[in-house]
């Protein structure tokens, strides 16, 4: 069974443009999640989608945005690119449920110069 | 905010067992358990999660203990490979997130 994948691994980008950074969770997943690491606030939530809806939204500017799809898939996007959003951005994917366990998928290296 | 609380780091001889501490002393009823680890600029790996029963999987055991206030994740024969920064997460059973502090560094040493 495939985990989570995503894409692209790498990508740089220069400050003030929009970054797109797609997510294809396990098979059977709908819950997706994403968040960021960076060696100054390590591990931060984003947000989550459920049936293409947002569920749970994190402490992030309105610049961090994502959207579901009905397979799905997610994307999460960044627009107005700062320096402070390079970062490795992860994915998660999971069954809704209770005690059910969110996979990772092994992140998306985004840095802007 | 996390609501666990962790050494920031540990060091374990390899082959020997290596036992992670963690404190969750406002775990309310229905949250569980849960513990990753992150070897570097990798994604998070799940290992084990539990409720309120110690649990065994062929990576780690968690150790609960009755008033639940705090765990121990025991890897049972330490390998370099097991080198990582482990996460314990209280986390709701419907919740779709993971609040993450900000782990023990583990060193397995030859």
């Known amino acids: 069974k495939a985990g989570v994948t995503q894409t692209p691994r790498y990508l740089i980008k220069t400050r003030g443009q929009q970054v797109t950074l797609s997510c294809s969770p396990i098979?059977?997943?709908?819950?997706v999640s994403w968040y960021q690491q960076t060696p100054g606030q390590g591990l931060q939530f984003l947000f989550e989608?459920?049936?293409?809806?947002?569920?749970n939204k994190g402490n992030f500017p309105g610049r961090f945005s994502g959207r579901q799809f009905s397979n799905s898939r997610s994307e999460m996007n960044v627009s107005t690119l700062e320096l402070g959003d390079s970062a490795l951005y992860l994915c998660a994917s999971s069954l809704l449920g209770t005690g059910n366990t969110i996979y990772f998928g092994e992140g998306s290296w985004l840095t802007v110069v | 905010d996390a609501k666990t609380t962790q050494p920031p780091s540990m060091d374990c001889a390899e082959g020997r067992a290596a036992n992670l501490p963690c404190n969750h002393s406002t775990i309310s009823g229905n949250e569980y358990v849960y513990w990753y680890r992150q070897i570097h600029s990798q994604g998070p790996q799940y290992i084990i999660h539990g409720l309120k029963n110690n649990e065994t999987n062929e990576m780690a055991s968690l150790i609960i203990t009755e008033d639940r206030k705090s765990s121990t994740l025991i890897l049972p024969h330490a390998t370099l490979r097991d080198t990582a920064v482990y996460y314990c997460?209280?986390?709701?059973?419907?919740?779709?997130?993971?609040?993450f502090g900000k782990g023990t560094k583990l060193s397995v040493k030859p």
């Open positions: 098979s059977g997943h709908r819950s």
């Open positions: 997460i209280v986390r709701l059973g419907s919740q779709g997130n993971l609040i």
């Open positions: 989608y459920f049936s293409e809806t947002q569920r």
